[in-house]
């Protein structure tokens, strides 16, 4: 059976399109299998900087979590040898490494960017080890290479529960919350530095300018009333007679301030009151 001219012309563009896309899928195969083989060119680690600039993790702390975790470094080996989303899953399994991101480029670099976790809270319970608390509440160890300056909290803080959030009466949850609230607070937050809970459960709040002690009461009583009070009291009463003045500052009790001079005694605690 004799074929068309234009039936013949038409099967022959079909039959080049289909040898074409045959022939880009062989190359473009061919190439990944190429880069595949290729050898890792250069590692970029980059430590995105928080805003309070904490250095938990470096440059050789990203390398050692990767041969630990895969007996090798990752310069010197082919590119199909590195596993990014297993490289991530490693990182981010890190105490102090909150997120983790690795990518491989064109030029055969592997990218790292690690974001390290932030800690709000600095505990430093009289019967417990030192650790530190992030926003969401989760425990970070104390680390001896580098000490984050945040909120302190000092005294009978109570031994660690990995529920305390959970339990409104836990002393470390009631502690975090007032912690929380000090550091939302833009003015409170560069005038407060450290929680200190005496043995009857009570807050005495540290101010890093003056030798005064707040005297706060139980952290999670009337939390926001008393943070106002002491605003107000910094903001309109304590520059006229100057930060040496006082001896302690009260807010313990209801709707006022009870501040002292340094030659008068201190107050009684809530408890004292009470009885």
Known sequence: MKIHPKRMRWIVKRLLWVL???VLFLVVLGAIRYKRKSLVRELKIQILEDKEKNKFVDEEDVKSIIFNKFGHYVE???IEKINTNATEIALEQDVF????DVFIDAQN???IKVSQREPILRVMDIEDETYYLDEKGTRIPYSSKYTSRTLVATGDVGLYNEAFLDLPENRLN???QLAKKILANPFLKVQIEQIHIDHNGEAILVPKLGNHKIYFGLPADNTDDKLSRLQNFYEKALPYEGWEKYKYINLSYDNQI????KEEPEPKTEKQKSN
């Open 109 to 111: 670099n592997v990218n």
């Open 174 to 176: 009631q502690i975090f």
């Open 76 to 78: 010197g080996q082919t």
């Open 20 to 22: 074409a896309a045959l």
């Open 258 to 261: 009870v501040a002292k001079m």
């Open 97 to 100: 490494i909150k997120e983790a």
